[in-house]
């Protein structure tokens, strides 16, 4: 690993702060792959797999729940397979990269969310994530991607601000999922998941 990156990494845990960095709720691993990258991350939040299931598979609210999307929504459905556009804007530093995806997503509930790019600013993109049950009520997510970026600003930075935004996005689907867990805990009309 370059010093560069550790570097850029030192700042982004000093920015944004301690909890995030030491915490384990998020943990996430990028490299080059040829032309592109490959991203793995593993998330453990704290709530029930039912709970993780809804949030991931939000996307006409996910706009709501990540702070890089301006739109996102469900295009078409066909039973397990949506087409999703979303599009936002992605800020590392003093950098910022627009982009718009138009995906491809294979539900396979409540276990497994496969997601490719149809079409977009990205290269390439496809996806696997899973969701894997631990314990009684614990969900342990396991989440693998390749891409490639159409940008030469994007692919200069690209293993750290992969890192930065894989966190970061789900670092807010985590909160996202508390809240959620949180509201089903004290309502007592809604049936406890």
């Given at each position: 690993m370059s010093i560069r990156i550790v570097l850029i990494s030192l700042l982004i845990c000093l920015s944004l702060?301690?909890?995030h960095c030491g915490g384990k709720e998020v943990t996430v691993t990028v490299s080059e792959s040829g032309d592109g990258f490959i991203v793995k991350a593993t998330i453990r939040p704290p709530v029930s797999p039912r709970t993780a299931w809804d949030v991931l598979v939000d996307f006409d609210h996910m706009?709501?729940?990540l702070n890089n999307l301006t739109a996102s929504r469900v295009d078409s459905?066909?039973?397990?397979?949506?087409i999703v556009k979303q599009e936002g804007v992605a800020r590392f530093g003093i950098f910022s990269y627009p982009f718009k995806a138009e995906r491809e997503i294979r539900l396979d509930p409540p276990r497994r969310i496969l997601a490719r790019n149809l079409s977009g600013t990205l290269k390439r993109m496809e996806s696997d994530l899973q969701l894997i049950p631990t314990g009684a009520h614990g969900v342990r997510i396991e989440y693998r991607a390749e891409l490639a970026f159409?940008?030469?600003i994007a692919g200069l930075f690209g293993v750290s601000f992969l890192n930065h935004e894989v966190e970061e996005q789900f670092l807010a689907m985590v909160e996202e999922m508390k809240r959620r867990?949180?509201?089903l805990a004290s309502d007592p009309i809604e049936p406890k998941q």
């Open positions: 702060g301690s909890a706009a709501s729940i459905k066909n039973g397990n397979v949506l159409d940008s030469i867990e949180a509201r």
